[in-house]
C-alpha cells in the first residue's frame, strides 16, 4: 500500500540497497570502476564520507538490516575497496592535472578510510582474513 504512494517499506528499501550492490559487482568485473564506485555509493550500505558519526551510526543500523546485507557485509566491503584500489592506480597514471589528481588521490584516501574504519567498528562480523586484506588494501592506497 506505501509503495503506491511512493513510499518503500524497509524490505523494499533493502532490496534495492543489494541490487546497487550487485550492480556494482557487474560493473567492477566489467572494468568500470567509476560506475561501481557509483553503485556503492547509490546502495547506501557504506558510507563512504568518512564521517565517524555516520560510520557509528551505521553500526547500529546493521543489527536491524536484513541478514542478506549483514551476512555479505565482509565482501561488499572487500568490493568496495577493491574498487577504491583500482580507482587509485588509474587516478596515479592518468593524464590529468597535478592538482586535480592530488585531489582525487586525497578522496580516494577518504573513502578506504571510511571502508577500513567501519570494518573495524563491525569486526565481530567481519572474519579476520578480510579485515587484514581491507587494512593491507588501505595501506596501499595511503601511499
Request: glycine share 6%; net charge positive.
Amino acid at each position: 500500500m506505501y509503495e503506491l504512494r511512493g513510499e518503500r517499506t524497509k524490505e523494499s528499501q533493502e532490496v534495492v540497497k543489494l541490487i546497487r550492490a550487485r550492480s556494482a559487482m557487474d560493473r567492477y568485473a566489467q572494468g568500470d570502476m567509476e560506475g561501481a564506485l557509483e553503485a556503492i555509493e547509490a546502495s547506501d550500505i557504506i558510507p563512504l564520507d568518512g564521517d565517524l558519526r555516520s560510520l557509528n551510526r551505521r553500526v547500529d543500523q546493521f543489527k536491524f538490516m536484513d541478514p542478506a546485507i549483514t551476512r555479505n557485509l565482509g565482501e561488499i566491503l572487500m568490493l568496495t575497496m577493491n574498487i577504491i584500489v583500482g580507482l587509485h592506480a588509474r587516478t596515479k597514471t592518468a593524464n590529468i592535472s597535478d592538482i586535480d589528481r592530488q585531489s582525487r588521490l586525497a578522496r580516494l584516501r577518504q573513502k578506504a578510510k571510511a571502508v577500513s574504519t567501519l570494518a573495524g567498528l563491525q569486526r565481530m562480523s567481519i572474519s579476520s582474513d578480510i579485515l587484514g586484506q581491507l587494512n593491507r588494501l588501505e595501506v596501499k592506497v595511503a601511499h
